[in-house]
């Protein structure tokens, strides 16, 4: 009596092995497109956050006016401000008597290679004051520091 392995023991064998493996494959495709997918969008919300600073940040910017551009090869940004209106059911916010004006700022990420158009949107409000600084004609005053003073 020979012992080992028949021609088809050793068939049946390979192919079980192949379909893990394979299977295996899948799996671990599926993760790093996973991971691509979480960096793009760690990316987008990056983006969104530099250029939302950079309009509460930009003192010029104290009216209704559209950003956009090119970010990189993967993403590009849109940016609306435009003059805040509370909604009705809300309370107002009377305790600025018409020195401040709430703009609302909107920045779209927008994805280059998505075919959806997938996009990425950050909303926040910007206070601007519509009163000049004393002793600068026109300058645009800290909002913050008109409500609650300067800190000492």
Known sequence: MRKGF???EVVVAVAILSVGVGVSMQIFSGGLKNIHRIDMAHRAMNHAENIMNE?????SIIEPTQLSGDL???FSYTAEVDYWEPPEDQLSLDIVENRIELLSVVVDIHFK???F???YRAI????VSLQPQPGMPGAPVNP???LFGRRQ
């Open 72 to 74: 990189d090869d993967d």
């Open 6 to 8: 028949t021609l088809l």
């Open 144 to 146: 913050i520091e008109q």
């Open 55 to 59: 309009v509460l940040c930009d003192q």
């Open 117 to 119: 158009g997938k996009k």
């Open 113 to 115: 290679n998505d075919r």
């Open 124 to 127: 926040c409000l910007k206070a």
